[in-house]
């Protein structure tokens, strides 16, 4: 089924690694939330129109609100955009709905508030445990304030939560990144996603690394941080579902398996992406652009219809991370014999390095594999004539 989802463009300080879109200025959030609830209605057919007739519905099992920081909306603000959904969508009624937050902004008032909104998941950005890495990566919140919002939203009643850790980050020693796992795994968490610090271009980070302020990411120490997160997650009994994503048994983020396995999804505010299956579409990276192109009844978006090609190639990259694998019966089905023989030939010096298996006509990384998947995907890739 389908998902939706919300980008909240603020945030409250500026890590220096990010290249998402988002705004330090909060002084177009109430219009940005007017512009918001009349997307959801301009694009309440999104969804259903790639559907045949016969399957037509706007029914959606997934809502992520991500950004950005949408722990910035306070209840009422919350409210009037599920208000818009509600009005618009079917939501079914065991859908998966999770808002990403900062740890500075769970507190128990706010967690109280939050109980009252159909929020039922939470991805809480955590990153480090040590004030010297959150500083180092100008994160807004203090390690106490980590394992306290976690501690708040369990108090409240919330058990679905996930955290997102970062490794890699020059500061951050072999020791402290397992004491780092550990203190996930004290909080009892159900879902860590981990991410190796990367250095993205135009970012602040890319100028401290630059001008020499902050030493380059070491990509022996991620290596070897990503086996120790490996090694660990096992004994924890973390089931690696997604490269970048761990969880107890039960429960993977439904939202983003869904992107995973292909499934359609809309994106609503400034940068959200969509695919409807043949088509993918983005919003512009620009609040006031967004808002007044909206106030116009214009919606400021790109789309790239997908060729063959290009849709094979975005299911290597996305399935080949996952536990489901790459299927070759999906591929024959969806893509046609040409891109199956393609594939096993490009995979053969794969199998042979042991980074790749091929189970029951799926392909899976391997241990090894995960470290370079990446490259692994690109080189599976089909290029256009
Ligand atoms: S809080 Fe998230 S979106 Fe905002 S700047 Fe930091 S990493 Fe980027």
Redesign the pocket.
Same mark, same amino acid.
């Given at each position: 089924m389908a998902g939706i989802y919300i980008h909240i463009p603020f +945030?409250?300080? *500026?890590?220096n690694? +990010?290249? @998402?879109h @988002?705004s330090?200025s909060l002084k177009n959030k109430d219009s940005f939330l007017f512009a918001l609830q009349k997307e959801i209605e301009m694009q309440r057919d999104y969804l259903s129109l790639a559907l045949s007739k016969e399957e037509r519905s706007r029914e959606v099992s997934t809502i992520y609100f991500g950004?950005?920081?949408p722990s910035l909306l306070n209840q009422s603000e919350l409210m009037q955009i599920f208000d818009s959904l509600n009005k618009h969508f079917d939501i079914a009624s065991n859908a998966e709905i999770t808002l990403?937050a $900062?740890p500075d902004d769970l507190t128990k008032n706010k967690i109280k508030e939050l109980k009252d909104i159909p929020i039922n998941r939470f991805s809480i950005?955590i990153q480090s445990f040590y004030d010297e890495d959150l500083k180092l990566? $100008?994160? *807004?919140h203090n390690s106490q304030e980590a394992g306290y919002a976690v501690k708040c939203a369990q108090d409240g009643g919330f058990e679905n939560i996930s955290i997102d850790l970062i490794y890699g980050i020059p500061t951050l020693t072999n020791h402290k990144w397992r004491n780092n796992l550990q203190n996930a795994f004290l909080l009892n968490v159900k879902h860590i996603s981990a991410y190796c610090l990367t250095v993205e271009p135009k970012t602040v980070l890319a100028h401290q690394v630059k001008t020499g302020q902050i030493k380059n990411v070491d990509e022996q120490q991620s290596a070897e941080q990503f086996e120790i997160m490996l090694e660990a997650m096992k004994k924890f009994n973390f089931v690696q579902y997604e490269i970048s994503n761990f969880c107890k048994e039960g429960y993977y983020s439904k939202h983003n398996s869904n992107y995973w396995l292909k499934e359609n999804y809309l994106g609503l505010g400034p940068s959200a992406h969509s695919y409807n299956g043949t088509s993918r579409q983005w919003n512009i990276s620009n609040n006031a652009l967004y808002i007044s192109g909206i106030e116009n009844k214009k919606l400021n978006f790109e789309i790239e219809e997908l060729t063959l090609s290009q849709r094979y190639n975005e299911y290597i990259l996305t399935s080949l991370r996952t536990m489901w694998g790459t299927s070759i019966d999906y591929i024959k089905l969806n893509f046609g014999d040409d891109f199956v023989r393609y594939c096993l030939q490009e995979a053969k010096k794969y199998f042979e390095a042991k980074d790749l298996i091929n189970e029951e006509n799926k392909l899976f990384l391997t241990d090894k594999g995960k470290l370079i998947a990446d490259k692994i995907a690109s080189d599976l890739f089909k290029l256009e004539k």
């Open positions: +945030c409250k300080q *500026a890590c690694y +990010c290249d @998402f @988002f330090t950004g950005g920081t990403e $900062n950005g990566m $100008n994160r *807004a």
